[in-house]
């Protein structure tokens, strides 16, 4: 049975997740802390917006890379990634959404 992530790993999954998309510019980015949530699907959302296609695949992907770099994760589950509007990379106890804005 896999052991569950403590609180201080998902914090420190949420701050390179954040990393991530910086490196690509993305903007309006939030941490949503639901650990005081009963029955919350994950210890943290990290949202963020990106302007157009390309720039959400770029996030996506420095997300993904810069996780691996830094604490050897994989996505559990990635949702999104054919439509362009948004994407969902799920760390299970950390979600990062990334969104088009709309212009």
Known sequence: MAKKKT???SEKLSEV???GMQE???TDIVIIDLRKISNAVADF???CSGNSDKQLDAISDS?????Y???KENPWH????NNKEWMLLD???VVAHVFRKDL
């Open 78 to 81: 990635v949702e999104g990634k």
């Open 24 to 26: 690509k510019k993305a």
């Open 17 to 19: 997740i954040v990393k």
């Open 91 to 93: 760390y299970a106890n």
């Open 45 to 47: 959302f990290v949202i």
């Open 69 to 71: 770099k830094t604490l």
């Open 7 to 9: 609180a201080v790993n």
């Open 63 to 67: 997300i993904d890379e810069t996780v």
